[in-house]
């Protein structure tokens, strides 16, 4: 399985962002449950938000609001729409799959992308 995330860059304050990340594989599932994660410098990397393959999604309390997590299972693709970004939003963000269909919000996830570069400029 790969993931490819897409999507990232410079971005003001206030603005928004729209990430994507495309999974491939033959033995990628749609029942996979996928994250997005993210990295600031010097930090650990902290769940964002996470996406049954029905759709029922969990979020980071301290972005409920903000940021949206969807998935498209006919593209097998996830995406997060970011709004309302802050400087302290600036990151790595990664999307993750794992080998199952319940969600968790530890990075313990068995397949990553590379990450994309969020970077919110004030």
């Known amino acids: 399985v790969q993931l490819q995330a897409s999507g990232g860059g410079l971005v003001q304050a206030g603005g928004s962002l729209r990430l994507s990340c495309a999974a491939s594989?033959?033995?990628?599932?749609?029942?996979?449950?996928m994250a997005w994660f993210r990295q600031a410098p010097g930090k650990e990397r902290e769940f964002v938000a996470g996406v049954k393959w029905s759709g029922a999604s969990t979020y980071a309390d301290s972005l409920k609001g903000r940021f949206t997590i969807s998935r498209d299972n006919a593209k097998n693709t996830v995406y997060l729409q970011m709004n309302s970004l802050k400087p302290e939003d600036t990151a790595v963000y990664y999307c993750?799959?794992?080998?199952?269909?319940?969600?968790?919000?530890?990075?313990?996830?068995?397949?990553w992308g590379q990450g994309t570069v969020v970077t919110v400029s004030s």
């Open positions: 993750a799959a794992r080998r199952a269909a319940v969600l968790i919000t530890t990075p313990t996830y068995d397949y």
């Open positions: 594989g033959r033995t990628f599932s749609i029942f996979y449950a």
